[in-house]
C-alpha cells in the first residue's frame, strides 16, 4: 500500500464492556468501524454489569467519536455479548453498513439489530463463506479483509461461536485480526493471510480458541483480551480467561513481563472457588480489559503498537 506516514495513525478502542466484546477502529484515512457491540443492557443473571458496560460503550461512542458517523458495525456472530447492544448503538449514531453472516435471524438479539439498522436507513450486508467482499471498500492506506472458512464447519450448527466472521486490516506494516469468538474447528481453516501484528483473543480467552496452530500462523507481537472481571456479571458462569491461554500467549509474545493477569486455573466454573483464580505472569504485550480497563493503542503503520493513556 501506498501513501503512508501521513501523519494519521490506526487507532483501537478495545471497551471495557466486561464479559464481551466491542472494538472501535479507526482507520488512518478516517473511516470508522465498530466490530461487535457489546451485551444488551438487561441480561438473565447478568444484573448491574450489564447494564454498566452498556451506558460505558455508549458514552465512549459518543465521546470517541467526536459526532461522527460510524461506516460500518461488523458483528462477528449471534451471541448476545456481540449482538446485544447493536440496536441501542444504531439507534444513537448514524450507520452506514451493517454487517452480519445472516445466521440465527430469528434470534430476537439478531432480530432487533436487523430492524434498528433498517430503521436508521443503514445498508445492510452479509458476509460468510459464501459472500467474502468486505462492504466498504479497502483504500490505499487500509486494506480490509474478511476471514472467513470455505465452508461453516459443522459445530456452527450447535454453536454461533463457530460461524464467527473475523476481519483483518493492515494499514502500512501494521496489520491487526479480530476473531469475535471462533473456536478450534473454524480456527483449524482460516486463512489469516500471514503474520499479524496484533490479535484479539479469541472468545475472551477461554480454552476454546486461540489454538496453537492459530497463533503460529498468526505469529502476533501483541495482543488484547476482552473478559469480565472475577466473579462479575456474566464472568461467574464463564470463568474467562483461562490461565493456560495466558500462559500460552505469554509464550507466543516473547515471555512474562512485569506484571500478572488473574486467570481461571479450576477444573469447573461450576464449582469456582476464590483459590482457583491466580495471577498468571504475563507478556507485557498483552493487555486485558478485566485488569486494563479500556484499552486504546495506536500505530503509525510500523509494525508497533504504543497504548494511549
Known amino acids: 500500500m501506498a501513501d503512508c506516514g501521513r501523519g494519521r495513525d490506526l487507532t483501537l478502542h478495545f471497551y471495557d464492556v466486561g464479559q464481551g466484546l466491542a472494538v472501535l477502529v479507526e482507520l488512518p484515512d478516517g473511516r470508522r468501524v465498530l466490530v461487535d457491540a457489546g451485551d444488551a443492557p438487561v441480561r438473565e443473571g447478568c444484573g448491574e454489569e450489564c447494564g454498566r458496560a452498556h451506558r460505558h460503550l455508549l458514552a465512549k461512542l459518543r465521546a470517541d467519536l467526536r459526532g461522527g458517523a460510524l461506516d460500518m458495525v461488523w458483528i462477528t456472530h449471534a451471541h448476545s455479548d456481540h449482538v446485544g447492544g ?4 444504531l439507534a444513537a449514531l448514524p450507520v452506514a453498513v451493517y454487517v452480519d453472516n445472516r445466521r440465527d435471524a430469528r434470534k430476537a438479539e439478531v432480530r432487533r439489530a436487523r430492524e434498528a439498522a433498517a430503521r436508521r436507513g443503514a445498508r445492510v450486508a452479509v458476509v460468510d463463506p459464501e459472500h467474502r467482499d468486505v462492504p466498504i471498500p479497502s483504500t490505499s492506506v487500509a486494506k480490509l479483509t474478511a476471514v472467513v472458512p470455505p465452508a461453516w464447519p459443522a459445530s ?17 506494516g501494521t496489520s491487526v485480526l479480530l476473531t469475535g ?10 486463512d489469516v493471510g500471514g503474520p499479524v501484528t496484533l490479535l484479539q483473543v479469541g472468545h475472551h480467552g477461554s480454552e476454546t480458541s486461540t489454538s496453537p496452530a492459530l497463533l503460529s500462523r498468526a505469529r502476533p507481537r501483541y495482543a488484547v483480551l476482552s473478559a469480565g472481571r472475577p466473579g462479575e456479571g456474566l464472568n461467574r458462569e464463564y ?11 505469554t509464550r507466543v509474545l516473547g515471555g512474562a513481563g512485569s506484571r500478572t493477569l488473574t486467570a481461571f486455573d479450576g477444573a469447573r466454573c461450576d464449582r469456582a ?12 504485550a498483552l493487555w486485558a480489559t478485566e485488569r486494563d480497563g479500556d484499552v486504546v493503542l495506536e500505530s503509525a503503520g510500523d509494525g508497533v503498537f504504543r497504548r494511549v493513556p
Open 86 to 89: 447493536a440496536p441501542d448503538v
Open 156 to 172: 456452527c450448527k450447535e454453536d454461533a461461536n463457530e460461524c464467527s466472521i473475523a476481519l483483518r486490516i493492515d494499514a502500512c
Open 181 to 190: 469468538d471462533a473456536e478450534h474447528q473454524e480456527e483449524a481453516q482460516l
Open 239 to 249: 470463568c474467562l480467561p483461562r490461565a493456560n491461554v495466558v500462559e500460552r500467549l
Open 273 to 284: 472457588t476464590p483459590q482457583d483464580w491466580k495471577a498468571v505472569p504475563a507478556s507485557d
